[in-house]
């Protein structure tokens, strides 16, 4: 796990939750940390309060009902995103291939948590296979956390 660098957190939805765990991991480590949480509108925006002990916390919201209005990819944080050694993200899929995409531009670590369907979660019906670099993964039991460079596609 990353230690003292800036590690950027970036949340979409219901995609905020494991952040939180992260986001305390992270903290112990010596780690300065932003959590940027996006969502719709202000209903998606889960408990924000309690990711500020660990580090700044930033908002935005498709409707403006909270934070910043626009995309969690328009907060200002991305202006700054060399400023950051990692980043990682949860959320719908295309919120993190925005935020993948501007991370790997700046040649920035990237992990993402993949919600993939999930039917038996024990890695046999292959519902929920990622392709990788190594070949298909299912995401129930090999991840659901990958490493953007071994994610083909992204
Ligand atoms: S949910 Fe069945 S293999 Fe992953």
Redesign the pocket.
Known sequence: MTEGKRVLLVGGGVGIAPMLLLAKSLYKKGNEITVLIGGRSVADIIEPDLYEPYGIVGITTDDGSAGIKGLVTQHPAFEKISDYSMVYSCGPDPMMKAVTGIAKSHDIACEVSLE??????????????AETTTGNR????DGPVFDVKDLIGW
């Open positions: 993939n369907l999930m039917a038996c979660g024990i890695g046999a019906c292959l519902c929920c296979v299912t995401t129930c039991v």
